[in-house]
């Protein structure tokens, strides 16, 4: 067993001495509204946005961004569970901003194995073989953090599925500060009518 595996089992254990009630929880979010955002480690979207457990539904991924993925998670949170609010909120300094589609397909061509970064950009190892699936997926990546806000944003508020009465507010967060910094024109494209 490796340690990483031994640290969960030992925080799991001291979370599940002091849990309490929490097996009562309802299962729609008290708060009722969602969160879709970035799966980066140094986001923590319970303390940014004043979260406990059964508060709200986080959404993660890569970037934060309107997958169809997200959109059927937002759209089962609306309509199973209850939210009547959605946050986008994507972040500063994201390890998305640092490649392309392109260059993601092209490392998966040289191999599976994890790659590296400097200065002048992402390399592979080249061992071991790898795949040229990567170069028909659209990653997401992003070269403009606000307009792949009002992107999310847009491309949510324009599913078919969405509610037009659900406000869908668009922000960044600020990996320095920790504040979220409003995206107004995303806002404007996901208010509610």
Known sequence: ?????????AANAEYVADFGKKGELPMPPAKQFA?????????????YAGLSEGDAHVIRNAGG????????????SYKLLGTKE????????CGMETFTSETMG????????TSSVDASGWHDSNVGGGT?????????????????VVEDVERIRNN??????????????????????EVPEATAIGKAS
């Open 106 to 113: 092209e490392l998966l061509a040289g191999s599976l194995q």
């Open 1 to 9: 067993m490796s340690n990483v595996v031994k640290d969960v089992l």
């Open 160 to 181: 078919s599925m969405v509610p037009s009465d659900i406000p869908i507010y668009g922000y960044v967060y600020d990996c320095k500060t920790g504040n979220l910094v």
């Open 65 to 76: 961004r309107a997958s169809d993925d997200a959109i059927r998670s937002l759209v089962i």
């Open 35 to 47: 969160i879709l955002t970035c799966m980066d480690a140094r986001l923590d979207p319970a303390k």
């Open 132 to 148: 040229t699936d990567g170069k028909y997926i659209n990653w997401l990546t992003i070269s403009d953090l606000g307009k792949s």
């Open 86 to 93: 959605w946050f986008v909120i994507h972040h500063t300094d």
